[in-house]
């Protein structure tokens, strides 16, 4: 019964996961068919519950359920068991299965869900531990997986004020775990459901369930039955509209449900290496003309996902034979403009990608060499028309402008799915590939809706990379050398034409060391950012060009960017003067702050000359710097205000290599590294460091203290005014700023100490008598008991926020020094001859 079932499952998880695998074998055959006639079956419940009073816990106890629950988590991988334990299974299954469509369907009432739009509420306890049950259960409950789509389906309460949102992670789990087990006889179900268009919805999670939908597809892809392969088609083709979308909400049709089904689809097949079962499902509708262009539409779904441009497949596709069955098509095909040309061109070009992918033996290469002279003769014909039609105008009347511009969309379309097939001729060497390529990447206009074939060309890269492409003349060679064309007749257009470089500069970087040859042409271009953005009309240069300029030379290999890194240094010299000019200027000192996605790759360029790199070392401290606002917008800060890892660390790298400069290093740098923990001078406030001391991340501030001890008291001493009346006359007294006077030159730093050590506020004597070894002949009489007293009371007063800062940040560098890859000689020192003070360790520095 109830009461002794659960003291005997009421263990936790730990334990169960310990037991043997015939310990859970048995268990499992002794409870589960007792468990199982505990549980009411849903039917006797509907006539004898009114709706208010629905709710689990009124009809099964909850040692009942907790029971339940624990067996589905002995037995989750739990296949060999006895044909009645596996009834016993299928039968808690199906009736937990029937009380949570009755919980979140049937029942019309307000339940509590997770739905983090209205405050995040939460699952009922006794739905929580159902839903948790049955995808433990995935094996016995799949047999019920049209029930868990009904009860994804938003409801309308009878009093018409609630649109619950049914659909969370728990659902979404146990549809991901029963999508493998699915029989047969619940695809057309679960087909009804999700393509019923008077289903009252929301569209958003109409796009998960029809996800799984595609999952269930592929995993079941020898046994769908060709019926339900025609509804897909045609539900592709027909775009009907749900009405019953949700208002708010942007509409979807059964064309975009069809989309989602095949993506998911091709990316499951993918992982289930079911994808050729699931092409063979579409081929026969591919011949048949009155369904081939929708047939192919959902082929191309099923292999490429256009949203992210993602290849989907993980393995050859297609045998010559089933190439040649599709391509014929192709050789067909009279106007350019034919609809069924882009879904056709997208599907063979899958299936040449697809040819090299694992253990693919180039089976189609003569097929996709002999079918390129006819892609070319394609694109030349529907590059023709395009130039024909007459351009957009707004003197066209409204439906004219409509239809024009969704023909030239049309166009561009197929226009890159002839460039992805072109690609893979090039790829293989077929004749005119190549040669098409290059003379369409000098020749089209800078135009955002010109395609020019960047992402073939990138193809190309990708694919020659260590073939045919080292050779005189080869793939790479002519692409390269028409990228470099390019980008002069861009650069000799000026402000002209206005648009990006991303496709240019992305298919450039696609190559690698094998573009060194046109890095002057990128220098030229990075030269016109010292232009005046405000009085220059004429640059088009912002900072996303400027950002993809450096990232494409850091993508060309470190062998190469260093080669170019003083260039790239005087760059970044005069482009930081001119920000600063314009900060002075303007009187915004945000302005200074260059953002990361310019100041990481400048950074990466000019590090690559190591200890040659000294001259611009104010540069690289200056490329440092960082602003919280764009921290937050672009990659959200973590909590404390730290930045998050890959911002801090680089920057820490960049620091440990200024420190390392030692005597090379010039005063501005170690004036540009001041600017950035002092806030004080002696006369005004500095402005130069726009973050306010609350919203600094301590960490790299604690990195900077160190670089600047690192560097010695020589290169500190020709700041001494400025350090010391930090400490002497700040608006806010600081305890790390004492650790920077201690460091300097010993005549200099001895009489400001000891000024704070006469000082009336405890912290100032604390700080003072810290930031070093004091002896007693180096203080004068009555001062070193001072001292004494005030490292004692420092030992007691341990929550101070400064003491904390100090004892943390040796932590800190020693962390940061193993995550940078750094020696044990190259780590913080800290001197362990005092185990008394070693709670006290400076900034990481050593005394």
Same mark, same amino acid.
């Given at each position: ?28 055959? /002794? ?36 029971? /339940? ?20 299974? +299928? ?58 789509? %009904? ?20 659902? !979404? ?46 995993? +079941? ?26 208002? #708010? ?75 040649? @069955? ?33 253990? #693919? ?89 010109? !395609? ?13 990379? #260590? ?161 919280? +606002? ?38 501005? $740098? ?11 001078? $002696?006369?005004?406030? /500095? ?8 919203? @600094? ?36 007294? +600081? ?54 007293? $005030? ?39 800290? %001197? ?16």
């Amino acid at each position: 019964n109830g009461p002794r079932l659960s003291p005997t499952m009421a263990t936790g998880k730990a334990d169960l996961d310990a037991l043997s695998a015939d310990a859970r074998k048995h268990i499992t055959t /002794v409870i589960a068919p007792r468990a199982c006639q505990m549980l009411p079956k849903r039917e006797e419940l509907d006539n004898e519950i009114k709706w208010q009073e629905r709710n689990p816990l009124r009809f099964v106890r909850p040692n009942v359920l907790l029971a /339940v629950s624990g067996l589905a988590h002995l037995c989750a991988d739990t296949v060999d068991v006895p044909a009645e334990t596996t009834a016993a299974l +299928r039968g808690i299954a199906e009736k937990l299965a029937g009380f949570h469509e009755w919980e979140n369907f049937k029942r019309c009432t307000e339940v509590k869900l997770y739905y983090p739009q209205a405050g995040g509420h939460i699952r009922g306890a006794a739905n929580d531990s159902i839903i948790r049950t049955l995808t433990n259960l995935a094996r016995h409950s799949a047999a019920d997986a049209s029930l868990f789509f %009904d009860a994804c389906y938003t409801w309308s309460s009878p009093r018409g004020n609630s649109d619950e949102i049914k659909l969370d992670d728990d659902d !979404d789990a146990l549809l991901t775990r029963v999508a493998p087990f699915v029989p047969v006889d619940q695809l057309e179900i679960i087909f009804t459901i999700v393509f019923s268009p008077c289903r009252r919805l929301n569209s958003e999670v109409l796009g998960t369930l029809a996800r799984h939908v595609g999952a269930i597809f592929a995993h +079941r892809a020898e046994e769908v039955p060709p019926e339900l392969v025609r509804k897909l088609i045609d539900a592709a083709r027909d775009k009907t509209k749900y009405d019953g979308c949700m208002a #708010g909400i942007r509409d979807w049709d059964s064309r975009n449900a069809a989309r989602s089904v095949a993506t998911a689809m091709g990316k499951t097949a993918a992982k289930a290496s079911s994808s050729i079962a699931s092409l063979r499902l579409l081929l026969p509708f591919v011949d048949d003309a009155a369904t081939r262009l929708w047939a192919l539409h959902v082929t191309s779904w099923m292999l490429y996902c256009s949203l992210y441009g993602r290849f989907l497949a993980k393995a050859p596709l297609a045998t010559p034979e089933v190439f040649h @069955r599709v391509s014929r098509h192709l050789e067909a095909v009279d106007d350019c403009e034919d609809d069924v040309l882009c879904p056709l061109a997208r599907t063979l070009a899958c299936f040449a990608r697809a040819d090299a992918l694992g253990a #693919g033996d180039g089976a189609l290469r003569a097929a996709v060499a002999s079918l390129t002279p006819r892609v070319v003769d394609l694109i030349r014909n529907l590059d023709a028309k395009a130039k024909a039609r007459e351009p957009l105008s707004n003197d066209m009347d409204r439906e004219t402008y409509r239809a024009a511009r969704k023909l030239r969309g049309r166009t561009r379309e197929t226009m890159g799915a002839l460039y992805a097939f072109l690609a893979e001729g090039a790829i293989v060497g077929a004749a005119g590939a190549v040669e098409l390529l290059a003379e369409e990447t000098v020749r089209c206009d800078f135009d955002f809706s010109v !395609d020019w074939g960047a992402k073939a060309v990138r193809r190309v890269a990708e694919g020659t990379n #260590g073939g045919a492409e080292g050779t005189h003349g080869g793939p790479a060679e002519v692409l390269v050398g028409a990228l470099g064309e390019r980008l002069r007749r861009r650069l000799a257009a000026g402000g002209e034409k206005k648009s990006g470089l991303r496709e240019e500069l992305s298919a450039i970087a696609a190559f690698g060391g094998r573009a060194e040859r046109v890095v002057p042409d990128l220098l030229s271009f990075l030269s016109r950012a010292d232009k005046e953005d405000e009085d220059d009309d004429t640059d088009d240069m912002d900072g996303d060009s400027i950002s993809s300029l450096l990232e494409a030379l850091v993508a060309l290999g470190p062998d190469v960017y260093r080669r170019h890194a003083v260039a790239v240094a005087e760059w970044a010299r005069r482009y930081i003067e001119r920000r600063r000019a314009y900060m002075e200027k303007e009187r915004e000192w945000g302005s200074e702050i260059i953002e990361d996605k310019i100041s990481h790759p400048a950074r990466q360029i000019i590090q690559s000359l190591g200890m040659d790199a000294a001259p611009y070392a104010r540069e690289l401290v200056v490329l440092t710097w960082y602003h919280t +606002r764009h921290c937050w917008t672009e990659c959200e800060m973590e909590e404390e205000n730290f930045l998050p890892r890959r911002l801090f660390l680089s920057r820490c790298r960049t620091l440990r290599l200024v420190a390392e400069f030692g005597d090379r290093c010039p005063e501005t $740098a170690v004036s540009a590294l001041l600017d950035q923990v002092l806030s004080w001078t $002696a006369t005004e406030e /500095v402005h130069a460091w726009p973050v306010s001391r609350d919203e @600094r991340d301590w960490r790299l501030e604690a990195h900077v203290f160190s670089t600047l001890r690192r560097l010695g008291p020589d290169r500190l001493a020709p700041h001494a005014d400025r350090i010391i009346a930090n400490v002497t006359n700040p608006p806010e007294f +600081r305890t790390s700023a004492v650790e920077l006077v201690a460091a300097l030159p010993d005549g200099m730093s001895r009489a400001p100490l000891l000024e704070l050590i006469r000082s009336d506020d405890p912290r100032k004597r604390r700080a003072a008598a810290r930031s070093r070894r004091w002896r007693i002949d180096d203080v004068p009489a009555g001062l070193f008991r001072t001292i004494q007293d $005030a490292l004692a009371e420092g030992l007691h007063n341990s929550d101070d926020d400064e003491l904390g800062f100090c004892r943390r940040v040796a932590g800190v560098e020693a962390k940061c020094a193993r995550e940078l890859g750094l020696t044990a000689d190259d780590a913080p020192v800290v %001197d362990d001859d005092d185990s008394s003070e070693s709670d006290d360790e400076s900034l990481g520095f050593g005394r």
